[in-house]
């Protein structure tokens, strides 16, 4: 049997492992979830927010990647990345399931701020 040969055989065990796991226990990845609905309005205001963190000096100087989005997502909302985050934090590469809460969250915040001025 070749290396690659092998090298597959102990991928498929180990996802089928995983996916057993996942079927048979039940186990989800579990965060809050905040509603958000995609209206073109909201989606430019969150936008518009997210440069302006991007540009803020504690931001600017900090490398592309999680690291930056971590910085731009807490200047954009420290309550909604630390509720969303920081049980567990994005890592290289990692797909963000939690972006839509986070822009749900976010939303909620900026309604409510717009509405107290």
Known sequence: MGHRTAM???LCIFVDIFIFDVV????????????????PKMERRFK?????????PECS??????TR??????????????????FDELEDGEIDV??????GCWSQEYTARQREL
Do not use: H, Q, W
């Open 8 to 10: 597959c055989i102990l």
């Open 24 to 39: 048979v226990n039940g186990k989800t990845f579990e965060f809050p979830r905040y509603n958000y609905r995609k209206k």
């Open 48 to 56: 518009s927010e997210r440069t302006r963190c991007e540009k803020t």
């Open 61 to 66: 100087n900090v490398a592309a990647g999680v």
């Open 69 to 86: 989005t971590k910085c731009t997502r807490t200047c954009m909302s420290k309550k909604c990345y630390d509720e969303l985050y920081s």
């Open 98 to 103: 939690r972006l839509a809460s986070f822009k």
